[in-house]
């Protein structure tokens, strides 16, 4: 059997079924671990955390921490656009463990996630968090929010808000950067081959796909250069 445990969780469906705004937002957590330790973590836990605990302790799993890939409500819970999303902060008293964010992205967190400082482990793009024998590499990846990051492990990406099947992470919100985005729009078309690209959002059929797959068919790779791409998406 393989070590890794990576499970893909879909809001509106697999947790939170019964929530309209989560069924909407059709955000995507994982649970990532070792069966052999049966430690995990939780990759964006919102809407309804007790379901997505109660999973993962059905395949025998525990959560030891949570891997933030920004600070959005529907990834961390907190106010959105004025209904108030379960997050974090309601899983950590259930599950007291470590919640990882890159740096950069702390401030915003902190103002809206409920969360206490003591309660945030800061990272740089780049670092390593181990779950038992599986080490899960953070990449930086600005441009949606100025703390994005995205998560490698095992020729897996999960890749947040970042890019998408089709698309990828809005640039007009607050902290967003258009030409930050296409920066690390390459440094996630650069990946391995072959590695299978995880979203945070199912905003396509299918629920994953190479990145060879990704960068032939989504629109968001079309422009030849920078300067084109902000001509086109800079806004």
Not at 42 to 70: F, K, N, Q
Not at 99 to 114: F, I, M
Request: proline letters at 5%.
């Amino acid at each position: 059997m393989d070590r890794l445990y990576f499970r893909q969780m879909l809001s509106g469906r697999d947790f939170a079924a019964a929530d309209p705004i989560a069924q909407q937002m059709v955000n995507f957590s994982y649970a990532i671990g070792d069966r052999e330790t049966a430690e995990c973590v939780l990759v964006d836990p919102a809407y309804c955390t007790d379901d997505l605990v109660d999973a993962v302790e059905a395949d025998g799993m525990r959560v030891v921490g949570v891997l933030a890939s920004h600070f959005h409500a529907d990834h961390i819970g907190g106010n959105l656009m004025g209904h108030q999303v379960e997050g974090v902060a309601h899983l950590l008293e259930r599950c007291s463990c470590p919640v990882h964010v890159h740096r950069d992205e702390t401030p915003w967190v902190l103002r809206t996630s409920g969360l206490g400082a003591d309660q945030l482990v800061e990272h740089d793009g780049g670092d390593v968090v181990s779950v038992g024998a599986i080490d899960i590499r953070l990449v930086h990846t600005p441009g949606h929010t100025p703390g994005s990051q995205c998560f490698h492990v095992d020729g897996r990406l999960v890749s947040g808000d970042t890019l998408f099947l089709d698309g990828c992470g809005r640039t007009d919100f607050p902290g967003s950067d258009p030409a930050e985005m296409y920066d690390s729009l390459q440094v996630l078309a650069a990946m391995p081959r072959g590695t299978e690209v995880y979203p945070g959002h199912r905003y396509s059929a299918p629920t994953s796909a190479t990145i060879e797959e990704i960068t032939a068919s989504n629109y968001v790779y079309r422009p030849s250069s920078k300067e084109q791409w902000l001509a086109m998406f800079g806004r």
